[in-house]
DNA sequence: TACAATAGTTGCACACTTAAACAATTAGCG
DNA sequence: CGCTAATTGTTTAAGTGTGCAACTATTGTA
């Protein structure tokens, strides 16, 4: 821990105090970093962003899934969805068709093209990882991500998702 | 619910495809999990965000510190250091004092009040990290720092934290 | 002395999050 | 059956955080 306050340290010359043993800290920075470089990724490669994505590949794993389920699954609200589904829609890449057992609710489809750009965007994606995450060695990386995995799922939120 | 349970799967059945897979998504999952808490935490036990104390402990790690400094030292933008300091002000944490050498930088303090609650939340925030991420066990939570120091300072935006 | 750069500040645009409200529809219960 | 409560998609508003362009005062530099 004192070999990497020395790292820490340098940057800048500014003493971080407290913040440099708060482990939330660190997981700030880690997904900032991550994220930031994951968008641009996103964006050159695909112009989408990663929350798009990730409903596209939602709906395309669970066909006909209803606005508000999807909302749950990826944790946002209902209304957040329309703007969304709206985007998705309008490029062309997920269908909006009325519930055949619900009127209230939409099912959601990917289009053909829909299908196409995910299995696009899903390959590279899996590539990108694997390419941005390389300061890991293959074991570390496996023992990160069953780490997060088990912060992620910690607590109150584990409800939330299971 | 029962008629859109047909179409609309239940929560935990929903298939999250390659995003089970990408190292990324369960990042910003643990992050959410982990600042949701936290800032809970802060704000319950001090009202102050988790960002506003971040800026106290460099100011008071690093007195004298301009706001521009602050800024690069925590990544935002300066801009965003106003409103900031002028909360922390507000409440008589923190003082802004004209910088001897540079009339157009102001430096920064903390006053004698800002001192004591920077040592009280320290002690607390700390006791809270190790309550929270008590879902590791002692040697996996070192490890978990460890590679999360890695992932923040991998890549381009290691220089420009310094 | 002139010109470029910097510190703090303000304002704006954009995205994201929450909450509230509303119409249409469905579920639950007497 | 009929009434009430709940749910779905949607819109709107408020709050938040971030990035960018200006503006002033001041400093550094040629």
Known sequence: ????????????????????????????????????NIRCFFFDEFDITPGLFGVL???????GLTQTAVAKAIGNDRSAMVAIVDKLEKRGLIERKPSETDRRSNALFLTSAGKVFRDRVAGRAWDHNEEFFSMLTAEEHQQFVGLLKRVALAGPSTEAKQ
Request: aromatic letters at 12%; charged letters at 20%.
């Open 1 to 36: 821990m004192k070999a990497s306050d020395n790292q820490a340290l340098k940057l800048g010359e500014v003493d971080f105090g407290i913040l440099n043993e708060l482990t939330g800290y660190w997981l700030r920075w880690a997904q900032l970093n991550t994220y930031k």
């Open 57 to 63: 590949e939602v709906v395309g794993c669970n066909p």
